[in-house]
């Protein structure tokens, strides 16, 4: 079945630090790939996405890129601000438009 | 943000008595989902609705049940609830037949089984 593997939490850095959260999948066909953000006491919010392979998904200085070769969407950001702490989720849909999770990686950035 | 309610938003009940968890949405999406998300898991599906009257079972569907008798609607209930079931309960929406369209997600609801 599809499955999704993140990078274990958390993670701490320093405020402009960059940032990356590894994410890989195993899946059957062409799923689409999703990251979701989830900040404290909240429900999911989608951050991005990417619908097929070499497409790059951004939001809110937030980038991944669909790799089919290493069928990863790694999610990277510039220079993270403390309003960027939360955690993310690594998500992809295959049939009847179900999402598969990962387990999700707590991010805390500090001045 | 996409119109997700979810009531109530923390329960607290006992081992053994029924639980009934609402979704109400106002956006008219056909697709409604019910998620509980645990520490070390995320999110697994629990049901899914692609229609009225239209449900499904997802990856951890035992002990819970499921209605959708309008487009707006969808219930969750926990028959006998258990100790095991103490989780944050997501509902979320979509409107979109095609796997690529994205998930809107309700505020959650928090339940406790002592």
């Known amino acids: 079945g599809d499955s999704v593997t993140q990078m274990e939490g958390p993670v701490t850095l320093s405020e402009e630090a960059f940032l990356t959260i590894n994410c890989t999948y195993t899946a059957t066909g062409y799923p689409s790939l999703f990251w979701y953000v989830q900040y404290p006491g909240e429900g999911l919010q989608l951050l991005l996405k990417a619908t097929k392979a070499d497409d790059k998904g951004s939001n809110k200085g937030f980038e991944a890129t669909y790799r089919k070769e290493t069928t990863s969407f790694h999610l990277e950001k510039g220079s993270v601000q403390v309003s960027d702490s939360a955690v993310y989720f690594c998500?992809?849909?295959?049939?009847?438009?179900?999402?598969?999770f990962g387990t999700g990686t707590r991010l805390q950035v500090t001045l | 943000d996409a119109g997700i309610t979810q009531s109530p938003r923390h329960k607290v009940t006992e081992t053994g008595t029924p639980v009934t968890l609402r979704c109400h949405q106002t956006e008219n999406h056909r697709y409604m989902y019910w998620y509980r998300q645990d520490p070390g898991h995320g999110l697994r599906l629990i049901h899914y609705?692609?229609?009225?009257?239209?449900?499904d079972k997802g990856e951890v569907s035992d002990g819970y049940s499921v209605s959708r008798s309008k487009t707006e609607d969808f219930l969750l209930t926990l028959e006998s609830a258990t100790s095991s079931q103490t989780s944050v309960y997501f509902c979320a929406i979509s409107g979109r037949l095609a796997a690529s369209y994205e998930q809107y997600f309700g505020p959650g609801t928090r339940l406790t089984v002592t």
């Open positions: 609705s692609y229609g009225v009257k239209d449900t």
């Open positions: 998500a992809l849909t295959g049939t009847a438009s179900k999402l598969t």
